[in-house]
């Protein structure tokens, strides 16, 4: 049997995993350090905790399900105790990323991190269907990269992988480079910011006196149907006056350089202010 260390099990992201990984053929060593997080793997999964350095003692794969900036602290604070060849598992690219992980070489890296539930998607179940989030009752794809370690562990850290995400449908493999750019770069930096603008723009025709429901409505549906032709989920063209408000609306909303949100050091800095 593979042992897994489970860092931070009793937590928000480590409850989820605990759950997924208990009834997986790993055996699963749940680490916590607040009260509160080991009543709730107790009353609410029946699992037992230890402190750190006895659940990873020997084991051949290590979780940090802790906040980003807390992975550095951490696992420089169990490297001496992590035997060569061990896995560690991040579950963000904002730490590995940023050079926070110990400099050891005779550790595999695995990074790995959800899709989340794709808006357009076939989900029949009311349960699925508002699993926003992934990992509970609604399908997702991940990504992962092997960040430094032998070739072989790819599989190993992709099953842990397609394990703690399940239902799991597409698993991307990716860099780490390629993953930042992921995000923060497009999931945050960008599409989170558009997001939040948008939801701005609704606020303020409100306040211009059309009715919240009927904004909302009005936004959302378009968004569907905008986004099902711009993703190419569906065939179409938008019409002519479309167009011409893409035309000049988009120069209005973005910089000319709006792409160097992208660029190494914009990543780099972007990290930084994270971890």
Known sequence: ?????????????????????????FTLRCAEVSDAGKARLSEGLRLDTMDMKSAISGAEIVILAVPDTAIGKVSNAIEKDLKPGTMLVILDVAAPFAGHLPKREDLTIFVTHPCHPP?????TDLNAKRDFFGGVAAKQHIVSALMQGPEEHYELGEEIATIIWAPVMRSHRITVDQMAMLEPGLSETLCASLLVVMREAMDEVVSRGVPKQAARDFLLGHMNVLGAVIFEETPGVFSDACNKAIEFGKPMLMRDDWKRIFDPQELADSIRRIT
């Open 1 to 25: 049997m593979t042992t897994v260390a489970l860092i931070g099990a009793g937590g928000k992201m480590g409850y989820r995993l605990a759950g997924k990984l208990k009834e997986s053929r």
């Open 119 to 123: 808006i357009f998607n076939d989900e």
